[in-house]
């Protein structure tokens, strides 16, 4: 039934979307222009996709510990590499946009979380070569397997933390002065997504970035996007429909944005 539902909700995502002679607001206009709709090519993507398709041939079956809600192809104790890439690394169009938002606002410290096999972490890491990147792996497995990748790409900056993000975000946290960049993508319930956004928020600053992902996977990634764009520190939020963006800027006003994309 997911399929139906998320087409259903694409349709009404669709009907409220803007495109971009809808954007009154010059930081949102200029960042859609220039960044979330920017059609050119970057070396990087041509290293990262390469990896990407080694990565669907791979037959290597693991031994999986999920410590979040699950594929959307359903949990599984065994599975393909593969099948891994297949399912649970973002599409080419939405790495491809972290890389675009991180090699704009040039981030000084990145949180990762939700490494899979590391190929959104390449696009994060490709984008920023000096930020320090911190991204989260519960199953020692597929933490094994996203550190090959990273080695394979030279992407050295990459501190990957293994172990169950209840535990290893706040530790982490506690070892860095401020957050620049966040990407949400490890656990798609609501309360642990809530509780690691607001873990989160007690290193964010007025020029933080912080990007949910599947916004619409179920009601209650749906739940946590809604309560997301009330909380009272944020100030600005765009809805991408699978990707979310938000903003704490005061400088601007508060407002909520459906962009097509």
């Known amino acids: 039934m ?27 206009f200029n960042l859609y222009h220039n960044v979330i709709r920017h059609t050119g090519h970057y070396y990087a993507y041509a290293r990262v996709e390469q990896l990407r398709k080694k990565l669907l041939r791979d037959n290597r079956a ?14 599984h104790k065994t599975r393909k590499v593969k099948e891994i890439a297949r399912t649970s690394a973002k599409p080419a169009k939405y790495g491809q946009l972290l890389f675009r938002l991180v090699n704009h606002f040039q981030p000084a410290t990145i949180f990762d979380l939700g490494t899979s096999l590391g190929v959104t972490t390449c696009y994060l ?19 094994r397997a996203a550190r090959e ?19 290893t975000l706040e530790q982490q946290l506690q070892q860095v002065q ?20 607001n873990a989160c928020l007690q290193k964010h600053h007025e020029h933080s970035v912080f990007v949910v992902d599947d916004l619409y996977w179920s009601q209650e990634m749906k739940k946590a996007w809604l309560e997301i764009k009330k909380h009272p520190q944020v100030r600005q939020t765009v809805d991408l429909f699978y990707v979310g963006l938000v903003f704490f800027r005061e400088t601007q ?9």
């Open 125 to 143: 890491a490709e984008a920023r070569k000096q930020a320090a990147i911190y991204t989260f792996e519960g199953c020692p497995n597929i933490a």
């Open 149 to 167: 990748n990273l080695k394979q790409l030279s992407l050295k900056q990459v501190n990957l933390v293994q172990g169950n993000l209840d535990e």
């Open 62 to 75: 693991l031994q999986v510990t999920d410590f979040g809600a699950g594929p959307k192809s359903g949990s």
């Open 178 to 197: 401020q957050l620049d960049f966040v990407f949400f993508d490890g656990n798609h319930r609501y309360e642990p997504t809530m509780r690691y956004f």
């Open 253 to 261: 006003p508060k407002e909520n944005f459906t962009l097509y994309y």
């Open 2 to 28: 997911l399929p139906f539902r998320l087409a259903a909700e694409y349709l009404l995502y669709r009907l409220r979307a803007f495109k971009l002679h809808g954007v009154h607001s010059p930081f949102v």
